[in-house]
């Protein structure tokens, strides 16, 4: 894998005599090589090996990152914890701890769902079409999103940067109280967008900064509608295929291919399992996605390192316009309009999180974080599963964070909001 290109402003690089700990790392590579063969071959006829646990020495970074998890499995109280952290694309360390379900015992191999990680691949999709000149960030959307209320005004920039003003429906009551009734029930993108668009606009097109997720519904429709192709299969041309992401896959139902990482929740007053909750609202039909932990490593290096895209595209990737948004207004308050800062803020479907590209999923009673240091060409991936009296938090992010403090100590992974 070729060098990641130089990045400026909220990716800083510091001095090599700065990565001790990740030279450390990278030393003790040959200490935690995977244990299994290849396996069967796919469907483009090569060998895909299966994603497993490495071997633990007694000490090194490997044996500090499996502590770092086993503390906090207990501490947090957590049903299972998955995680894999390469350096220059060559495993550091992959394990997995506790159980999936009761004397089923988690392994790297078992597949959750990945959430909002799929909409930095809607972003880098959006950006390969620019690339090839196919649209520009600046469009409006009213072209291939007609009924859409003030489409001449809001542009694909503003639904991938989330500065549309769309309410986010996730936050309506009605809409809370009716997936709390029916965990199970199967949303279409015309019922997510109508709650939305339903209601008042939070701000101006373009003038603030706010997530919601009916941006990346209708980011994917329009994304179908540019290039006549269904999401799931553009996203798996234009992302998931390229960079090898051949457990990363969409459902248009709930199901989760096995093996599964099964999941429990406290959410709804009940400690119960949550595996099988329709997840049609979390974002687009053709991005509600499902990977394992091999993947999310190698989907923070392929995002994070902008492998995919121009220089100017990758530029735009990290920062599409966002910073200096995020202020309050008497519509907009400061727990939805969070301050989006140089070294904190959204980029085309993720995060910029000081030195750090990244995302954070969470779904009723799964949580999951990737994270890449493009300086260091340092990937950390976690999964968690929640026990019966885990706390309210995001715990795969705090064991990123942990991790990333052991061995990126100059590079601290800062908390989102």
């Not at 295929?241 to 093996?259: K, V, Y």
């Not at 949550?274 to 091999?294: K, Y």
């Not at 100017?312 to 990737?317: C, F």
């Not at 750090?356 to 493009?374: K, R």
Request: glycine share 8%; aromatic share 6%.
């Amino acid at each position: 894998m070729r060098r990641p290109r130089t990045t400026s402003g909220p990716l800083r690089s510091l001095p090599r005599s700065r990565r001790a700990a990740v030279t450390t790392v990278a030393a003790l590579l040959a200490l935690c090589a995977p244990t299994a063969a290849a396996g069967a071959p796919t469907a483009d006829g090569r060998h895909h090996r299966p994603c497993v646990g490495s071997r633990l020495p007694d000490r090194g970074p490997a044996r500090d990152v499996l502590r770092i998890a086993e503390r906090a499995e207990a501490e947090m109280d957590l049903k299972s914890v998955i995680l894999r952290v390469t350096v220059e694309g060559r495993e550091v360390v992959t394990t997995a701890l506790g159980e999936s379900m009761t004397g089923v015992p988690a392994t790297p191999a078992m597949h959750f769902r990945n959430g909002n990680i799929a909409i930095s691949y809607m972003g880098t999709a959006l950006l390969r079409l620019v690339d090839r000149g196919v649209v520009r960030l600046d469009d409006p959307v009213a072209r291939w999103l007609p009924g859409l209320k003030d489409g001449d005004r809001i542009t694909l920039r503003m639904l991938a940067a989330s500065t549309t003003g769309l309410v986010d429906y996730v936050r309506l009551p009605e809409f809370q109280r009716a997936v709390s009734a029916n965990p199970f029930r199967q949303w279409t993108a015309d019922e997510l967008v109508r709650l939305s668009t339903s209601k008042e606009r939070w701000y101006e097109p373009g003038t603030n900064w706010s997530y919601s997720h009916a941006n990346f519904v209708l980011l994917g429709a329009a994304l179908e509608k540019i290039t006549g192709t269904r999401l799931d299969v553009l996203l798996r041309h234009e992302v998931l295929g390229p960079l090898g992401l051949r457990e990363t896959r969409n459902s248009f139902t709930p199901d989760i291919p096995a093996p599964v990482l099964h999941a429990f929740t406290s959410d709804r007053g009940t400690y119960e399992e949550s595996t099988f909750w329709n997840p049609s609202w979390t974002t687009a039909p053709g991005a509600v996605e499902t990977t394992d932990i091999c993947d999310l490593a190698s989907s923070a290096v392929g995002i994070g390192s902008g492998r995919l895209l121009s220089p100017s595209s990758y530029r735009e990737l990290l920062n599409p316009g966002t910073v200096g948004l995020g202020h309050a207004t008497a519509k907009c308050p400061a727990t939805v309009c969070l301050a989006q800062t140089e070294a904190t803020h959204d980029g085309l479907g993720l995060l910029v999180l000081g030195d750090w590209v990244s995302q954070h999923p969470l779904f009723f009673g799964y949580s999951a974080s990737q994270a890449y240091l493009p300086s260091e060409r340092l990937a950390i991936a976690v999964s968690t599963t929640n026990g019966p009296n885990a706390p309210d938090g995001h715990s795969a992010h705090t064991i990123a964070q942990r991790i990333a403090a052991a061995l990126a100590p100059a590079h601290p992974i800062p908390d989102f909001g």
